[in-house]
Every structure is written in C-alpha cells, then in structure tokens.
C-alpha cells in the first residue's frame, strides 16, 4: 500500500501446522489382544505428538516378527526390512540422511538371533537413533519356538522337554560391545515408565538401545502373570542423571535403588542381577557418532558441512 510504513505491515506467514495423535495413526493394529505392543505403540505415537516430529521427517525401520509390523501402523515413512536387516537399513538412512529422526524396531528373535552381527556394529557406530526392542522370549509370529532371550526349561514347539541353554541377555551384550552410549531397560505395563524410558532414548545423541520387556499373553501366558504379579523383583534405577517417570508409574515399583548411568561396571551387576531393573544403566554422551563422519561432510570444515548438507537437501526439495 502506497505510503503505508512498512513497520505496520501485519506478519501473515502460515502457521506452524500442529500435529496431533491422528498425524501419527494408520489403520488397525492386528496384535494379538493383551500384547504388549500396543502400550508400545501408544507410548511412540504419544512421543511423536508431545516432541512434534513432521511425519516426514521421520522413520520407521523394522526386520521380521510380530513387533517389526510396527511401521504399518505409524503414518510416517517405514521400511519393513528383512529378517534381521533392521540395522543395516537404519544406517543406511540415518548416513544419508542425518536430518530424519530414525527409530528401530525389532524383537527378540530379529535381534538377538540372525541380526546379532549388525546389532553389534549398529551399537559401536553409535549413529543417532532409538533402538526398541521388543523383547518377549519367544518367536510369536512363528507360533512360539524357543527365542534367544527364552528362560532356561522354556517349553516351545522346538524345545518340547524345555530349552537347555542359558538365554542371550540384551543388556550384558549392548554393555560389551565398544562406544555404547545409551542403554535402558523397561516394560510395556508401566506405561509411565516406558513413555519416559522412549523420551530419554529419543533425546540422546547416539544409539539409544531399549529393551523392552513385552507381555505375550498368548503363548507366554504364565510368564507374563509373573512379570505383572511379582512386584518384589522388580526395581527402579534412581537417579537424578536417569529417566524419571510420571507420579503413575513410582507406585508400581516396591523397591527403587539409587544408581549413577556412567557407571558402567555396575550397569553390568544389574544387568545381571536376578531381579528385574527398569530405568537407564548406562549413558556416555561423548561418545563417537559415525554418523557426524558421513560421506555428506567427510573432508569439509564445520562450514562446508553444513553447506553440503543444505545443498543436498536442497536436491531433494525437503
């Protein structure tokens, strides 16, 4: 307008759109009734609205299981992989694009079992991403097989007479392998505690490692009696460096121990201890990202980088 100072121009920009639940849900999930996955889902779709991640800023990657139907369910971008291939495509994702928020979902079979080797190496590249595994030791999608995280005498169709070898434990194995940086333990019926377990793994830079204890009531059906009945054994890690859960989830917990995160040789008492700690064992902020030596900033100063990064970025209109 003619003559018009231009400080009395109103700022008409389009508002920022706001995501809701709704952005983040995509159709029916088809677990079994009491499965332990929904909490789960639930607790992510939460994160995702609470945090306001853009639907296509982020990425689901999962390998083969009932757990790794997870991104059919999340109106994001998903990538339903191969059996035990999770890692190697989240990496690939989060190398090429360090801008996307990138979660893993796997079980206790896709894991622990045939991924084991990239499980190990996605663990010491230490790329920034949430790792949640589902863990109900037993292959459920199969119709109940003895997993690798099964109880020593576990009946299954292959172990008639029971398994005869001590089980995998996910929080021992992410505590061995070298530049860990990031891993909890929780359970899909403290609801509380989960969601603040999944906060604290998404807002650490680095591998955030998850095990999540998962009921399957259908062909686990007594051990999850014991997990929700048997309160004594089950204990929260305190600290104020650790995940602190809503007022909901501390009246679950009979007993609470004090435990320092960068502690990590006792991170590996605990996690061999007989009872059943829930909250975060170990946390190593300084450790080494890979994923911030990419080939879209190797040999470039701090400057370039982020030219680079715009410019590709820029390709690909996003």
């Not at 029916?28 to 991640?53: F, I, N, Y």
């Not at 035990?84 to 994702?93: D, I, K, L, S």
């Not at 089980?167 to 403290?190: E, I, K, R």
Request: with cysteine.
């Amino acid at each position: 307008m003619f003559g018009l100072n231009t400080e009395c121009i109103l700022d008409l920009e389009t508002p920022k759109k706001y995501f809701t639940l709704d952005d983040y849900k995509k159709g029916t999930a088809r677990w079994c009734p009491g499965c332990g996955d929904h909490s789960v889902l639930s607790a992510v779709q939460k994160l995702c609205r609470e945090e306001q991640l853009p639907p296509e800023k982020t990425v689901f990657v999962s390998g083969i299981g009932c757990s790794s139907r997870f991104p059919h369910y999340m109106d994001t971008y998903g990538f339903h992989s191969l059996h035990g291939r999770a890692f190697p495509v989240a990496c690939g994702v989060k190398f090429r694009r360090p801008d996307l928020n990138v979660f893993v979902v796997t079980g206790d079979g896709d894991c622990c079992s045939i991924g084991a080797g990239a499980w190990l190496h996605a663990i010491r590249y230490n790329m920034n991403m949430t790792v949640l595994l589902f863990d109900n030791n037993i292959y459920g999608m199969t119709k109940k097989q003895t997993s690798p995280t099964s109880r020593l005498g576990t009946i299954s169709n292959t172990h008639p007479h029971g398994s005869v070898l001590p089980p995998v434990n996910p929080l021992q194995t992410t505590l061995g392998v070298s530049n860990a940086s990031f891993v909890a333990q929780t359970a899909d019926w403290v609801r509380g505690h989960l969601y603040a377990t999944i906060k604290a793994g998404y807002e650490h830079q680095g591998f955030s490692f998850i095990r999540i204890l998962v009921r399957c009531t259908h062909f686990m059906g007594e051990l999850s009696n014991e997990m929700i009945s048997n309160k004594e054994h089950l204990v929260m890690l305190n600290h104020e460096s650790g995940i602190i859960p809503d007022e909901s989830a501390l009246k679950m917990f009979a007993r609470q121990e004090t435990h320092d995160p960068t502690d990590i040789d006792r991170a590996r008492e605990l996690a061999e201890s007989e009872d059943v700690h829930l909250g975060l064992f170990y946390q190593d902020k300084n450790a080494k990202r890979y994923d911030q030596y990419g080939a879209h900033n190797l040999g470039f100063s701090s400057g370039q980088k982020m030219a680079a990064i715009e410019s590709e970025l820029d390709r690909y209109a996003i």
